[in-house]
T-cell receptor, first 111, second 115 residues
Framework: AQTVTQSQPEMSVQEAETVTLSCTYDTSESDYYLFWYKQPPSRQMILVIRQEAYKQQNATENRFSVNFQKAAKSFSLKISDSQLGDAAMYFCAYRRGDMRFGAGTRLTVKP | DAGVTQSPTHLIKTRGQQVTLRCSPK?????VSWYQQALGQGPQFIFQ???????QRGNFPDRFSGHQFPNYSSELNVNALLLGDSALYLC??????????????FGPGTRLTVL
């Protein structure tokens, strides 16, 4: 069974600084998708970034980028120039068929 | 372009009752997935509906059932409610079989409290 592990229950970053959230997953498949979702206190799950496993190039969306290491089964999220609005729970997710989520990392942004 | 909508926002039930939650997918999407998110945890996959049929199912008992209508909207039904069913129920929609099909877009959720 595929599992997703987020080893950092909480992270903190100073406004305008950079922070990296970790995620590892376990799978025997070669073709799958990986996602980072953000869930603010409003509780709506918002897509941050998406990565196809067959693509070697790391996905980037403005201030958000990933470091995808397929062999190591690692998928970390880097947030550059952190803003107060980035404060939220961040979930890493794996999808091949159904979607599997990690337990989440709570990110605090300090002004 | 309307996103994923869910109703109701909050719901309070007592043990043994039955509940129905509703979801309308994002415009143009044809697939609906349901998730249960307990407090402080990541979402857990319940099931997915495509072409009005349950296509995949997670590790949830038969008390959890669903339906998809011809307009792609969906319902989640939970029978014989238990205290442990208290959670945020999330609906997500996607367009299967297309280039970006595997991206799911989530609704705001329904907070169910079982007393």
């Amino acid at each position: 069974a595929q599992t997703v592990t987020q080893s950092q229950p909480e992270m903190s970053v100073q406004e305008a600084e950079t922070v990296t959230l970790s995620c590892t997953y376990d799978t025997s498949e070669s073709d799958y998708y990986l996602f980072w979702y953000k869930q603010p206190p409003s509780r709506q799950m918002i897509l941050v970034i998406r990565q196809e496993a067959y693509k070697q190039q790391n996905a980037t969306e403005n201030r958000f980028s990933v470091n995808f290491q397929k062999a190591a089964k690692s998928f970390s999220l880097k947030i550059s120039d952190s803003q107060l609005g980035d404060a939220a729970m961040y979930f890493c997710a794996y999808r091949r068929g159904d979607m599997r989520f990690g337990a989440g990392t709570r990110l605090t942004v300090k002004p | 372009d309307a996103g994923v909508t869910q109703s109701p926002t909050h719901l309070i039930k007592t043990r043994g009752q039955q509940v129905t939650l509703r979801c309308s997918p994002k415009s143009g999407h044809d697939t609906v997935s349901w998730y249960q998110q307990a407090l402080g945890q990541g979402p857990q996959f319940i099931f997915q509906y495509y072409e009005e049929e349950e296509r995949q199912r997670g590790n949830f008992p038969d008390r959890f059932s669903g339906h998809q209508f011809p307009n792609y909207s969906s319902e989640l039904n939970v029978n014989a409610l238990l205290l442990g069913d208290s959670a945020l129920y999330l609906c997500a929609s996607s367009l299967e079989g297309q280039g970006a099909a595997d991206t799911q877009y989530f609704g705001p959720g329904t907070r169910l409290t079982v007393l």
